[in-house]
C-alpha cells in the first residue's frame, strides 16, 4: 500500500491488512519502523531526485536509509515515488550496485548467514 501525505494514519494502515507500506521520501523510515514494529514490511524511500548527484551522494543518502531502518529483515529498498524520466542510467546502477552490496550487512544473524 502506497498512502500519500499520511503521516499521521501509520498505524492505521500499519493494521489494515497490507503487507508492505510504501514510504514517500518525505518519511523517516526509522521513524516509521519504530512506530509500525514489524506489523508490515517498509518499502522505500529515497527522493528520486538525489539520482542526479554524483554517485558518492547517491551512496551517502542510500547508506542513510539503510542505517536507518537497520539491521533485519522487512525491507525493500526503493525510491520514494518513482524514478524521473532523465535520471542517468549510470547513476541508477550505481544505486542499486550500492544497496546490493551494502544491505547484506543489515540481513546477517548472529552466525553471519544471510537473512532475508
Do not use: C
Request: net charge neutral; aromatic share 8%.
Amino acid at each position: 500500500m502506497f498512502a500519500k501525505g499520511v503521516h499521521y494514519h501509520l498505524n492505521r494502515l500499519a493494521e489494515s491488512g497490507a503487507d508492505v507500506l510504501g514510504l514517500d521520501w518525505t518519511m523517516n523510515i526509522g521513524d516509521v519502523r519504530k512506530q509500525v514494529g514489524d506489523r508490515v514490511a517498509l518499502q522505500g524511500n529515497l527522493d528520486p531526485t538525489i539520482l542526479y548527484a554524483g554517485h558518492e551522494k547517491i551512496k551517502y543518502e542510500a547508506k542513510k536509509i539503510l542505517q536507518s531502518f537497520g539491521k533485519g529483515s522487512g525491507h525493500i529498498f526503493n525510491l520514494g515515488h518513482g524514478i524521473l524520466p532523465d535520471v542517468p542510467p549510470e547513476n541508477l546502477k550505481a544505486l542499486v550496485n550500492f544497496v546490493k552490496e551494502e544491505s547484506v550487512s543489515y540481513h546477517l544473524d548472529d552466525k553471519n548467514n544471510v537473512k532475508i
